[in-house]
């Protein structure tokens, strides 16, 4: 009876040791992972590396990208691009218009980046898009202020009166969007 309580107590004893040393290593290797995550600097902005991309502190709100700005090269924008873009945020609302299969991450993308300035994005649908899940869309054109994403084998962005026109393959509307 006396060994069983002497094998007892040394069994939890051990139990407790083994626990404070695995909460000690795990807490070192824990800190030694996050002094490992990967930081760039692009002006006054700091990009902190994450497992889906990249994420920056701007005016208290954390954004998230898949890619750094100098990752951006191929995408050129016209010049009064980020004006436009800024007056059709300012409105609070944008119409969205995706003519192209396959696109739905970028459409959805695009949604996170607008609600981050509280727009609210509203799926819409041109004239010359005349299918059914245009039927129950609001039909848009450059009047409104909408952005147009669609499939091409040139990547561009072209701006007409109010309307931000991006066509390119998956890979550029993703890095435009």
């Given at each position: 009876?006396?060994?069983?309580?002497?094998?007892?107590?040394?069994?939890?004893?051990?139990?407790?040791?083994?626990?404070v040393l695995g909460f000690i290593y795990g807490r070192n290797q824990a800190e030694e992972q996050q002094s490992g995550v990967e930081e760039k600097v692009y002006g006054r902005y700091t990009f902190t590396g994450t497992d889906k991309g990249w994420t920056v502190n701007i005016n208290g709100n954390y954004l998230f990208?898949?890619?750094?700005?100098?990752?951006?090269?191929?995408?050129?924008?016209?010049?009064?691009?980020?004006?436009?873009?800024?007056?059709?945020?300012?409105?609070?609302?944008?119409?969205?218009?995706?003519?192209?299969?396959?696109?739905?991450?970028?459409?959805?993308?695009?949604?996170?980046?607008?609600?981050?300035?509280?727009?609210?994005?509203?799926?819409?649908?041109?004239?010359?898009?005349?299918?059914?899940?245009?039927?129950?869309?609001?039909?848009?054109?450059?009047?409104?202020?909408?952005?147009?994403?669609?499939?091409?084998?040139?990547?561009?962005?072209?701006?007409?009166?109010?309307?931000?026109?991006?066509?390119?393959?998956?890979?550029?509307?993703?890095?435009?969007?």
């Open positions: 009876m006396e060994i069983k309580k002497v094998a007892v107590g040394l069994f939890i004893a051990f139990i407790m040791i083994t626990s990208f898949d890619y750094l700005p100098d990752e951006l090269d191929e995408v050129n924008f016209p010049e009064n691009y980020g004006s436009l873009l800024a007056e059709g945020i300012g409105k609070g609302k944008v119409y969205f218009v995706v003519d192209g299969a396959g696109l739905e991450y970028v459409k959805e993308k695009f949604k996170r980046g607008m609600y981050n300035f509280d727009v609210r994005v509203v799926d819409a649908c041109t004239e010359e898009m005349k299918d059914a899940k245009c039927e129950e869309l609001p039909i848009v054109d450059c009047k409104n202020f909408a952005v147009i994403f669609g499939s091409a084998e040139e990547g561009e962005i072209k701006m007409n009166d109010n309307c931000i026109l991006i066509n390119g393959d998956v890979s550029f509307l993703n890095k435009a969007a």
